[in-house]
């Protein structure tokens, strides 16, 4: 089973966003037994919280429910559960190194450096700019995919 744990801030914009994405790609090809797919946040803001009704609107208008889910923060232990730790831009990364305690088995990257255009997916949280981080995101999430061992 391969284990990815999406990161962003407050997950409740792009980390949830890229949770779901994947989950709905990895049904539509069939691979849903193969995956472990959650998301979490970097810092304590939001915890508890849904995901942010624009992006809870979003998802729907693409067919993908995300109901239920709540932001959480990604914990130590993580590193040991996943095989994959996914942030959304630098200062995510620079976060979930410090939680995890560094990345001695280098399984932490950046959503976008899956794709031929390496970055960060813009927090629509600041940018107002929700289709751009949907892009983004679909287009990581199915770089990312097709990197996978089948």
């Known amino acids: 089973m391969i284990k990815v744990?999406?990161?962003?801030?407050?997950?409740?914009c792009r980390s949830p966003m890229a949770e779901f994405v994947m989950k709905e790609m990895v049904r539509r090809a069939?691979?849903?037994?193969?995956?472990?797919?959650?998301?979490?946040?970097?810092s304590t803001e939001e915890l508890?919280?849904?995901?942010?009704?624009?992006?809870?609107?979003?998802?729907?208008a693409h067919g993908?429910?995300?109901s239920g889910k709540t932001a959480r923060q990604?914990?130590?232990s993580d590193y040991d559960?996943?095989?994959?730790?996914?942030?959304?831009?630098?200062?995510?990364?620079r976060n979930m190194q410090r939680?995890?305690?560094?990345d001695p088995e280098r399984k932490i990257h950046l959503l976008?450096?899956?794709t031929d255009h390496p970055g960060s997916v813009a927090d629509p949280w600041y940018t107002r700019d929700f289709e751009a981080t949907w892009r983004d995101v679909n287009d990581g999430c199915s770089a990312l995919l097709d990197r996978l061992p089948h």
């Not at 996943?82 to 200062?91: C, K, S, T, V």
């Not at 939680?99 to 560094?102: L, N």
């Open 81 to 93: 559960d996943y095989d994959l730790l996914i942030g959304m831009d630098d200062a995510n990364l």
């Open 64 to 66: 993908i429910d995300c």
């Open 112 to 114: 976008l450096d899956y």
């Open 5 to 12: 744990l999406f990161i962003c801030h407050g997950n409740i």
């Open 30 to 42: 069939g691979r849903e037994a193969e995956f472990q797919i959650a998301s979490a946040a970097t």
């Open 48 to 60: 508890g919280n849904p995901v942010y009704p624009p992006v809870r609107r979003l998802l729907a």
């Open 74 to 76: 990604l914990r130590r």
């Open 99 to 102: 939680i995890c305690g560094g």
